[in-house]
């Protein structure tokens, strides 16, 4: 019998990281947490920044506390947010820390690009992205009409995941499921376009090899051995997309799935062979972005439990609120399934909760525009908030059963918020479909998955999420009262008047 493999997962989100080891062994899977930390933004001369040396450190510091365990690790994944990017010099170093896509110079340029530049249904035809202001191609656009001097002397352009790994490697690739969040990717190439880089001034040989999770980047440069006490560990390009590394890691059985990635965003679509874009995609709004094996991610952006968040921050500051703010998540959402169901309808997605300075006022202001009961009490609010989540979730699950090309029989909810009974209930209820809970931390999961495919450890990603599957306990949840739920989804569509 073989020794036991440990990976080790570099996971990080846009307000924290950590590294995690990870073991499969008898066809199930371990993790463990080795380092958390913060990932601040930068806030200097009017822009802001991520602090890559930072992340870096981090990663050493991880690197060395399992070095220090004696942990022999078999190889290092990174996965990352989206978008963002790193300038390296013709002298091989980083030029200054990388722009957040929170910068302000990205809020106008979008429009300018396709207004001046290219049209916003071509760019949309090419790469068949959401259009948001903060994707690469307008982020490198608005660098370029503000005579950026980092871009202007930049020898590559690397996504962030690929820039971690090039610290830690030397070798600069471009990860497919990271460069598709670009806008500057065509699904159908599988390739960065060469029409929207010379719109923007850049040439394809600016970016790093493509290649596809769970290729061999390089080993660890001897600077890094000498700095960790580690060997010449493998990293390998996982998914570096977080949310394709999440994807990989839904435990289903078969290709006939939906998933919904719940956190404060939501995050519904379906894993695809091939890219859809078309009229209908195109006005619904939806996105193809990069999965592992060639797939396709398509899916729908939903304001999630964001709208819950900022009200229960509200009531934990509010005089008025002491008792309710000290309530757990489970007592106030206890509280919210003794107040009457569909009293108060809102379209998560409505441009009033994007930002507000109050969130609870946003909910009561969409109410009384629309002329229903205004939501006064945290349960009231909170009743409101769940009600619309899985009405708004129903209405996604279905534009997506017109896309799918097989039938959608069950949906798989990850990430934190498949620890929400209720919510998870209501959208049982709301679609008609099955809903399997877990796992809660997908992320992680899909990245050591994929190094224990480049290891030869699993085959392909349905056996990574059978072992999967065999290590997790999913949590169930039937449809119930349909003719309630029928009836409240005629209500919310008169009230959002969304078609």
């Known amino acids: 019998m073989g020794k036991q493999k440990y990976f080790f997962a570099v996971d990080l989100g846009a307000t924290s990281g950590r590294t995690i080891i990870g073991t499969i062994e008898n066809g199930k899977f371990e993790l463990e947490e080795v380092t958390r930390f913060p990932n601040n933004l930068i806030e200097q001369g009017g822009h802001f920044y991520w602090d ?3 992340l870096y450190f981090e990663m050493i510091r991880g690197l060395k506390e399992v070095a220090l365990r004696n942990i022999e690790i078999t190889s290092i994944g990174i996965d990352t947010w989206g978008v963002d990017f790193v300038f390296i010099g013709e002298d091989n170093a980083i030029m200054r820390n990388p722009r957040a896509y929170r910068d302000p110079v990205t809020f106008e340029a979008m429009d300018n690009y396709l207004k001046n530049v290219v049209s916003r249904r ?3 035809d090419v790469t068949g992205i959401q259009l948001m202001n903060f994707n690469s191609l307008f982020q490198l656009y608005a660098m370029r009409r503000e005579d950026n001097s980092a871009l202007k002397h930049a020898r590559k352009i690397l996504f962030v995941p690929d820039a971690l790994s090039w610290m830690l490697t030397g070798h600069e690739v471009c990860e497919y499921t990271i460069a598709s969040t670009s806008q500057m990717l ?9 029409r929207l880089l010379a719109s923007i001034g850049l040439k394809r040989e600016m970016f790093g090899k493509m290649v596809q999770p769970g290729t061999v980047i390089g080993t660890l440069t001897k600077e890094v051995q000498k700095m960790t006490g580690l060997g010449a560990i493998p990293v390998i390009a996982v998914a570096g997309h977080d949310t394709a590394s999440a994807v990989a890691a839904v435990p289903a059985k078969n290709e006939q ?14 894993e695809t062979k091939d890219a859809i874009i078309n009229d209908l995609s195109y006005e619904r709004n939806f996105t193809n972005e990069g999965g592992v094996e060639g797939t396709t991610r398509f899916l729908k952006n939903i304001c999630g439990m964001w709208l819950y968040e900022r009200c229960r921050k509200e009531w934990a500051s509010s005089p008025s609120h002491l008792l309710t703010s000290s309530l757990s998540h489970q007592e106030l959402q206890g509280s919210a399934m ?3 169901g569909f009293r108060s309808i809102i379209n998560p997605d409505d441009a009033l909760f994007a930002n507000p300075s109050s969130m609870i006022g946003a909910i009561q202001e969409y109410c009384r525009k629309t002329n229903q009961a205004v939501p006064e009490t945290p349960a009231e609010v909170c009743r409101c908030i769940f009600d619309s989540l899985a009405l708004r979730y129903k209405q996604v699950f279905q534009w997506m059963q017109e896309f799918a090309s097989f039938p959608l029989d069950v949906l798989h909810i990850i990430g934190g918020g498949s620890l929400n009974k209720y919510l998870n209930q209501f959208t049982a209820n709301a679609t008609g479909v099955t809903v399997l809970a877990g796992p809660q931390e997908g992320t992680a999961i899909g990245n050591i998955m994929l190094q224990a495919k480049a290891a030869g450890l699993v085959g392909d990603i349905w056996e990574m999420r059978q072992i999967i599957a065999n290590s997790l306990e999913l949590v169930k949840y039937e449809p119930q009262d349909k003719e309630i739920w029928d009836q409240a989804y005629e209500k919310y569509l008169k009230i959002t008047n969304i078609k």
């Open 122 to 124: 071509e760019v949309y």
């Open 186 to 194: 065509d699904p159908r190439t599988k390739e960065l376009d060469d």
């Open 52 to 54: 890559i040396y930072a």
């Open 257 to 270: 799935f939906a998933y919904l990635s719940s956190g404060t965003w939501s995050l519904m679509g379906i």
């Open 338 to 340: 003794q107040v009457e």
